[in-house]
């Protein structure tokens, strides 16, 4: 006669709140070791993340500005630009990173 997990007495496991089966306990399987922590690999990671960023942003702005000011005034007129948006538009290509 085969009896069902539940059943038998060799697969039984004495939980919390009840007998449990030994199918049911490795049901609770968490992976952690992609949580965010709060650690010091944590805190160092983050702190280069953002100087990666700032950096990222200041070439984005140089580059922008750099290439619309070598444009003539002409040239930004035809796209609808003039000198006093260049400013404008390099800080919000840089804002977007």
Avoid: C
């Amino acid at each position: 006669m085969s009896l069902t997990p539940k059943e038998n007495p060799e697969t039984q496991i004495r939980g919390a709140w009840g007998p449990e089966t030994k199918e049911h306990k490795m049901a609770h399987y968490t992976d952690i070791s992609r949580t965010a922590g709060t650690g010091l690999i944590s805190v160092v990671r983050n702190m280069f993340e953002g100087i990666r960023l700032s950096f990222a942003r200041q070439r984005a702005f140089t580059t922008t500005y750099n290439q619309l000011d070598a444009l003539s005034d002409h040239e930004l007129a035809d796209i609808g630009l003039s000198r006093g948006d260049i400013l404008d538009i390099a800080r919000e290509t840089a804002a977007r990173i």
